[in-house]
């Protein structure tokens, strides 16, 4: 017992991010991702897919690097950065002061809103939220935003997107709110369209990857890598496989 608690802790206290360096003698790249949030980090079947999957696989071919994906849940993501599990994280995060105290972000690799979300005759606005429930995905930046809004009952975080629509489909919230891509591809996915809608934008946001805070060797490469690709046609190109339509921030 005292012996695996030991292993357990000097595992944790060891566990250093590596630098640009030694990332470049390994040969290959970590990085981390979700894995349940289409269509930017998800799995078809059994392969992990999508718009942030296929770009950091092109930002690892662009700096020479093999790129080795590690999947975990959202809400531990930015912590399992900082101890060094992969070297950068892609999966959606917005930028934001709190967040920015923590982690090192790249340049934004995207922009979108996060919208307000339900079935028809249900609240879409923020306004319309007045006592009502509303759910969201655990850990992210929507939710001290849904919990400003005045006269909401509920905030209630669910573990990923998927149990948020399932909650909304059968009445256990009024309403889901995330980022307006993800939840237009899901209704679309679900053959939802006409019976859930979507609503008013409650914010908008820069979306990018980050490395552990501090990292700005590796955080320099990754941002010339992403430049590299949005302007050699290969961003583009993803962005309209994924969206038909190029999402880069304006
Ligand atoms: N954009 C939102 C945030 O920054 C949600 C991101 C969720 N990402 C994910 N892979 N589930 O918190």
Redesign the pocket.
């Known amino acids: 017992m005292l012996l695996t608690l030991a292993l357990a802790l000097s595992a944790t206290a060891s566990a250093t991010p590596r630098t640009l360096d030694q990332i470049k003698a390994s040969g290959t790249l970590k990085l981390g991702?979700?894995g349940?949030?289409p269509p930017?980090?998800f799995y078809q079947g059994k392969t992990l897919t999508g718009f942030e999957v296929d770009l950091g696989n092109a930002l690892g071919k662009a700096l020479g690097l093999k790129v080795e994906w590690v999947v975990q849940p959202?809400d531990g993501l930015l912590i399992a950065l900082n101890q060094g599990r992969f070297d950068a994280v892609v999966?959606?995060?917005?930028i934001t002061p709190e967040r920015q105290k923590a982690v090192t972000f790249l340049n934004p690799h995207y922009c979108s809103t996060?919208n307000i979300v339900a079935r028809k005759g249900g609240p879409l606005s923020r306004q319309a939220l007045a006592g009502k429930t509303v759910g969201t995905?655990i850990?992210?930046?929507?939710i001290p935003i849904l919990q400003a809004i005045p006269g909401i009952k509920d905030v209630r975080t669910f573990p990923?997107?998927q149990t948020v629509l399932s909650a909304l489909q059968a009445g256990r919230v009024d309403a889901w709110s995330?980022?307006g891509p993800v939840v237009a591809y899901m209704l679309k996915q679900t053959g939802q369209g006409g019976k859930i809608l979507i609503g008013e934008a409650i914010s908008r946001?820069r979306?990018a990857g980050a490395v552990a805070k501090g990292n700005t060797a590796l955080q320099g490469a990754l941002n010339a890598a992403l430049t590299r690709v949005q302007a050699d046609g290969t961003y583009a190109k993803l962005s309209q496989k994924w969206f038909g339509q190029d999402i880069r921030c304006q």
Do not use: K
């Open positions: 991702t979700e349940a949030f930017f980090n959202f999966a959606s995060h917005a996060v995905q850990g992210t930046a929507q990923n997107d995330s980022n946001e979306n």
